[in-house]
C-alpha cells in the first residue's frame, strides 16, 4: 500500500500517503482530546523510521513508548485492517532511544545557558523587557571576558559579578537595575525548583546523536519522556524551541532532499506560543520558514488550529485534522476557521464532517509532488504496527542499556566556566585584602616600636638632666649649710626648704 518514498497514512477513495520529498514542508496534526491524534503521530514516525527518517518525539503522556515493541493481535486493529484490506499489514518493532531533561525515563538530554541564550532564557523566566535588556548585558558581558556560561551557578555568578560593578560596567552598557537583578535571581531559585538546574549543564547534548539509524536502516526514533517534564510547561516548550532553532543553526544546507534528514513531533503545541513574546514569535517563524532547507521537517500536535499563529500556520503544508467539538460559539467558530484552511472538496462538507469524525478518523490534505495541497479528504488512519500504549520500566531499562548513547551522558561534568572564574578571582581578593591586612598591622607594629624607641630616648635624655640637676642643687646644700652660723642663713634654708620640700 505504500510507496518507497511516501509515508501510508491512511485510505480515503484510495491510498493517502505523505510523499517523502514533502515531509519537510511541515504538518499540522490537530483534533480534540480523544480522537485519535497520538496513533496518527505514533504511525507516521513508524513510517518516517522505515523510510531510514530519525524522528524525534515529545511523548507527553508516556503512550508512545510502545513503539519500540511489536504490536500484538487486537480486535479494533484486526477490523481497522480488514476494512482498509492491508493484506501487507504485519506487526513490527522500531528503533528507539530513550531521552529525559531529568535523566530517570532516558538519557539525560542537556544544553548550556550560553546554547540557549537571552532570548529563549527571557521567555523561560518569564521576564519583562527591562529584566531582559539586564540578561542581555551579563551574556555580552561574559562574552566580552570569555567566560562560558553553563549551567544556573555561571548565571547567578554573572549576574551578582554585574551588580556589584554596575558602575564600572555603566559606561559600557548602560544603566544595571539592582531591582531586575533580584528578580531575575529569584526566578532562578523557581526555575531550580522546578528541575531547571538538570537541564543546564553538560555534557550537552550532541545533535549528531539524535540522526541515527540502526542496523536494518530504519531511523532511529527518539523519544522524549515529557510525562514530568509537562509538570513545567515553561521548561518544556522553552527546550523544544531551543531543539529547533539549534538544528537550524548548526545542521548545513541540503536544498530540497528526497526525504528528509530528521522529523521532529512537537505535542501540545500550543505552549510553545503561548505568551510568547512578538519578538520570540518572529524568531519561530522565521526558523520553521527556513528550517525546511536543512533537511528537516516539523509537526505541530495540537487541539485545535487556532493554537498555531497564522504566521506559522501557514507554513505547515501537510494537515491531518481530527474531530473537532462545536459545544459553545467558540467552538463553532474554531471549526469553521479550521475547515477554511483545507483546500476545498466539492464532494465533502468540510465544517460539518470536522465534528462528525469518528475516532481514528480524520481529514487529511496533504502536499502533491508540485507542493500543491491535495483537495481535503475523509480519511480512514492506519493502525500502527507497533505496540499501542506504554512498555514496562524493565522493558526501558533494557532498551536504554542497549541504547547507541549509553553511558555517554549519564555523568555530568561541570569544567572551569564564570562561575569557578569569579569564585576564584574573589578569593584571590580575600587573600590579598588578608596579605594587605598583615602587612597594615605589621606597619603598625613597627610605628608603636619606634614610637617606644623615641618615648625611651626622652625618658633617659630627661633622667640625665634631673641628675645634673640634683647636682647642682647638692652642692647648693653644702653651700647653705656652711652659712648656718649667721642668723639669715638660718632663715634662707628655712625658707628654701619649706618652698621645695613642703610644710613638713
Same mark, same amino acid.
Given at each position: 500500500?505504500?510507496?518507497?518514498?511516501?509515508?501510508?497514512? =491512511?485510505?480515503? *477513495? =484510495?491510498? &493517502?500517503?505523505?510523499?517523502?520529498?514533502?515531509?519537510?514542508?511541515?504538518?499540522?496534526? *490537530?483534533?480534540?482530546?480523544?480522537?485519535?491524534?497520538?496513533?496518527?503521530?505514533?504511525?507516521?514516525?513508524?513510517?518516517?523510521? *522505515?523510510?531510514?527518517?530519525?524522528?524525534?518525539?515529545?511523548?507527553?503522556?508516556?503512550?508512545?513508548?510502545?513503539?519500540?515493541?511489536?504490536?500484538?493481535?487486537?480486535?479494533?486493529?484486526?477490523?481497522?485492517?480488514?476494512?482498509?484490506?492491508?493484506?501487507?499489514? *504485519?506487526?513490527?518493532?522500531?528503533?528507539?532511544?530513550?531521552?529525559?531533561?531529568?535523566?530517570?525515563?532516558?538519557?539525560?538530554?542537556?544544553?548550556?545557558?550560553?546554547?540557549?541564550?537571552?532570548?529563549?532564557?527571557?521567555?523561560?523566566?518569564?521576564?519583562?523587557? &527591562?529584566?531582559?535588556?539586564?540578561?542581555?548585558?551579563?551574556?555580552?558581558?561574559?562574552?566580552?571576558?570569555?567566560?562560558?556560561?553553563?549551567?544556573?551557578?555561571?548565571?547567578?555568578?554573572?549576574?551578582?559579578?554585574?551588580?556589584?560593578?554596575?558602575?564600572?560596567?555603566?559606561?559600557?552598557?548602560?544603566?544595571?537595575?539592582?531591582?531586575?537583578?533580584?528578580?531575575?535571581?529569584?526566578?532562578?531559585?523557581?526555575?531550580?525548583?522546578?528541575?531547571?538546574?538538570?537541564?543546564?549543564?553538560?555534557?550537552?547534548?550532541?545533535?549528531?546523536?539524535?540522526?541515527?539509524?540502526?542496523?536494518?536502516?530504519?531511523?532511529?526514533?527518539?523519544?522524549?519522556?515529557?510525562?514530568?517534564?509537562?509538570?513545567?510547561?515553561?521548561?518544556?516548550?522553552?527546550?523544544?524551541?531551543?531543539?529547533?532553532? @539549534?538544528?537550524?543553526?548548526?545542521?548545513?544546507? &541540503?536544498?530540497?532532499?528526497?526525504?528528509?534528514?530528521?522529523?521532529?513531533?512537537?505535542?501540545?503545541?500550543?505552549?510553545?506560543?503561548?505568551?510568547?513574546?512578538?519578538?520570540?514569535?518572529?524568531?519561530?517563524?522565521?526558523?520553521?520558514?527556513?528550517?525546511?532547507?536543512?533537511?528537516?521537517?516539523?509537526?505541530?500536535?495540537?487541539?485545535?488550529?487556532?493554537?498555531?499563529?497564522?504566521?506559522?500556520?501557514?507554513?505547515?503544508?501537510?494537515?491531518?485534522?481530527?474531530?473537532?467539538?462545536?459545544?459553545?460559539?467558540?467552538?463553532?467558530?474554531?471549526?469553521?476557521?479550521?475547515?477554511?484552511?483545507?483546500?476545498?472538496?466539492?464532494?465533502?462538507?468540510?465544517?460539518?464532517?470536522?465534528?462528525?469524525?469518528?475516532?481514528? @478518523?480524520?481529514?487529511?490534505?496533504?502536499?502533491?509532488?508540485?507542493?500543491?495541497?491535495?483537495?481535503?479528504?475523509?480519511?480512514?488512519?492506519?493502525?500502527?504496527?507497533?505496540?499501542?500504549?506504554?512498555?514496562?520500566?524493565?522493558?526501558?531499562?533494557?532498551?536504554?542499556? %542497549?541504547?547507541?548513547?549509553?553511558?555517554?551522558?549519564?555523568?555530568? &561534568?561541570?569544567?572551569?566556566?564564570?562561575?569557578?572564574?569569579?569564585?576564584? %578571582?574573589?578569593?584571590?581578593?580575600?587573600?590579598?585584602?588578608?596579605?594587605?591586612?598583615?602587612?597594615?598591622?605589621?606597619?603598625?607594629?613597627?610605628?608603636?616600636?619606634?614610637?617606644?624607641?623615641?618615648?625611651?630616648?626622652?625618658?633617659?635624655?630627661?633622667?640625665?638632666?634631673?641628675? %645634673?640637676?640634683?647636682?647642682?642643687?647638692?652642692?647648693?646644700?653644702?653651700?647653705?649649710?656652711?652659712?648656718? =652660723?649667721?642668723?639669715?642663713?638660718?632663715?634662707?634654708?628655712?625658707?628654701?626648704?619649706?618652698?621645695?620640700?613642703?610644710?613638713?
Amino acid at each position: 500500500m505504500t510507496d518507497e518514498q511516501s509515508v501510508f497514512i =491512511g485510505q480515503a *477513495a =484510495g491510498s &493517502v500517503a505523505l510523499l517523502a520529498k514533502m515531509a519537510n514542508r511541515h504538518g499540522l496534526i *490537530a483534533g480534540a482530546t480523544g480522537t485519535g491524534k497520538t496513533i496518527t503521530m505514533q504511525g507516521l514516525a513508524e513510517g518516517f523510521s *522505515a523510510l531510514g527518517v530519525p524522528v524525534f518525539l515529545a511523548d507527553v503522556k508516556g503512550d508512545v513508548s510502545g513503539i519500540s515493541q511489536a504490536g500484538k493481535p487486537h480486535p479494533k486493529v484486526a477490523e481497522r485492517v480488514e476494512i482498509m484490506q492491508l493484506d501487507d499489514f *504485519a506487526f513490527d518493532a522500531f528503533p528507539v532511544t530513550f531521552w529525559d531533561v531529568f535523566g530517570e525515563l532516558g538519557h539525560p538530554v542537556r544544553t548550556t545557558i550560553s546554547e540557549m541564550g537571552p532570548l529563549l532564557i527571557s521567555r523561560l523566566l518569564k521576564l519583562n523587557d &527591562v529584566q531582559q535588556g539586564v540578561l542581555d548585558l551579563v551574556f555580552r558581558v561574559a562574552d566580552d571576558n570569555g567566560w562560558l556560561l553553563l549551567d544556573l551557578n555561571d548565571l547567578r555568578a554573572m549576574l551578582k559579578f554585574v551588580a556589584d560593578n554596575a558602575a564600572e560596567f555603566r559606561t559600557l552598557y548602560g544603566n544595571i537595575s539592582a531591582a531586575s537583578v533580584g528578580a531575575i535571581q529569584r526566578r532562578l531559585i523557581s526555575l531550580e525548583d522546578q528541575g531547571g538546574d538538570q537541564l543546564f549543564s553538560e555534557p550537552a547534548l550532541n545533535l549528531d546523536d539524535l540522526i541515527q539509524t540502526d542496523a536494518d536502516g530504519k531511523g532511529v526514533i527518539n523519544l522524549l519522556a515529557a510525562n514530568k517534564l509537562m509538570n513545567s510547561p515553561q521548561l518544556y516548550s522553552t527546550f523544544l524551541l531551543w531543539l529547533m532553532s @539549534e538544528l537550524f543553526e548548526q545542521l548545513p544546507e &541540503v536544498g530540497d532532499p528526497d526525504k528528509p534528514k530528521l522529523v521532529l513531533f512537537f505535542d501540545e503545541a500550543h505552549l510553545i506560543f503561548k505568551n510568547a513574546p512578538t519578538v520570540l514569535l518572529d524568531k519561530i517563524e522565521q526558523v520553521v520558514r527556513l528550517i525546511r532547507s536543512k533537511g528537516v521537517g516539523v509537526y505541530f500536535v495540537t487541539q485545535n488550529p487556532t493554537d498555531i499563529p497564522d504566521s506559522v500556520l501557514g507554513q505547515l503544508g501537510n494537515r491531518i485534522q481530527h474531530a473537532l467539538r462545536a459545544y459553545t460559539v467558540k467552538d463553532q467558530k474554531a471549526v469553521r476557521a479550521a475547515a477554511q484552511t483545507f483546500r476545498a472538496n466539492p464532494k465533502l462538507d468540510t465544517e460539518q464532517v470536522i465534528t462528525e469524525l469518528g475516532v481514528g @478518523e480524520a481529514l487529511v490534505s496533504l502536499l502533491d509532488t508540485k507542493g500543491r495541497p491535495s483537495v481535503v479528504q475523509q480519511t480512514l488512519i492506519k493502525p500502527p504496527k507497533s505496540q499501542i500504549g506504554p512498555i514496562k520500566p524493565n522493558q526501558r531499562q533494557q532498551l536504554m542499556e %542497549r541504547s547507541l548513547v549509553a553511558g555517554v551522558y549519564e555523568q555530568a &561534568v561541570d569544567r572551569e566556566s564564570a562561575y569557578e572564574i569569579l569564585m576564584a %578571582r574573589a578569593e584571590k581578593l580575600v587573600q590579598q585584602q588578608e596579605a594587605d591586612n598583615i602587612a597594615a598591622e605589621k606597619d603598625k607594629t613597627n610605628l608603636y616600636a619606634e614610637k617606644a624607641k623615641t618615648a625611651k630616648a626622652k625618658v633617659n635624655s630627661t633622667h640625665r638632666s634631673s641628675r %645634673r640637676s640634683d647636682s647642682t642643687l647638692e652642692a647648693f646644700f653644702k653651700s647653705a649649710m656652711r652659712s648656718l =652660723g649667721s642668723q639669715v642663713g638660718r632663715r634662707l634654708v628655712r625658707g628654701v626648704l619649706g618652698s621645695l620640700l613642703g610644710s613638713k
